[in-house]
């Protein structure tokens, strides 16, 4: 199969777009859970400090339970779990109750299917497009995530981390003494800059996931992306903040998450490595 695929560009990057709508499926699993089983996990562990019973639950995990209607509890049939056709045949609604369906969930999956057939039209069925299929899935799971909590959960970006080491085990996307330098370089200088913020004004600027997905960009590209990744997340990161400042009438003091800038970036060092650090003179 493998060989097919490599034999047949058009047959593989559509392959991977189907793969992509159901891997997408599941990122709206993870991205709707994970922050919830976390939050379960430390009232937990806050029970047991405090020398008290666990507080009782169901389980509740990646798998269990099955999808439900957040609005009515109708448990999702097979046929209404369909990577986006479901949603467009159902124009958006629960067939039980016709509460709206939000339209992240099949824009999740869409933007799973379109990374992951650029993925192997721009890599091909090679442990190289295999490499940027996953770190495309993380990334978005990532985005949104950050979007809706201001977190980037460890058990994310470090696993990112390691995935991107592995991958430069044999120099997929970049040596790996550069990738090292490239998980080290990218902690640190985040680092860095949040305690320069903090001692100079008493706030915090940005979170420990920034530094840890800067640090996982940097174990997958390498050291010399870094200043093109650091340099866009931050053009357009500040102008969206200006601009939602400005137009928006969003206070100063609200935080912006800077996850899904460096999300972002790490994509456009995936497929415009060489682009990217021309326009911003660093390549």
Known sequence: MIEVLQHSAPLAVAAAAVLGLVVGSFLNVVIHRLPRMMERAWAAEAAELRGEPAPPAERFDLLVPRSRCPSCGHQLGALENIPLLSWLVQRGKCTACGAAIPARYPIVELATAVLSALAIWRFGATAAGLGAVILGAFLITL?????????????????????????????????????????????????????????????????????????????????????????????????????????????????????????????????????????????
């Open 143 to 283: 985005t949104f995530i950050d979007l809706d909590t201001h977190l980037l959960p460890d058990n994310m970006t470090l696993p990112l981390l390691w995935l991107g080491l592995l991958f430069n085990l044999w120099g997929v996307f970049a040596p790996l003494p550069a990738a090292v330098i490239g998980a080290m370089a990218g902690y640190l200088s985040l680092w860095s800059i949040y305690w320069l913020f903090k001692l100079a004004t008493g706030k915090e600027g940005m979170g420990y996931g920034d530094f840890k997905l800067l640090a996982a960009l940097g174990a997958w590209f390498g050291w010399s992306a870094l200043p093109a990744v650091i340099l866009f997340a931050s053009a357009v990161g500040a102008a969206v903040g200006i601009a939602m400042i400005v137009l928006g009438g969003r206070g100063r003091e609200v935080p912006i998450p800077f996850g899904p800038y460096l999300a972002g970036a790490g994509l456009l060092a995936l497929h415009f490595r060489e682009p990217l650090g021309r326009l911003f003179g660093v390549a």
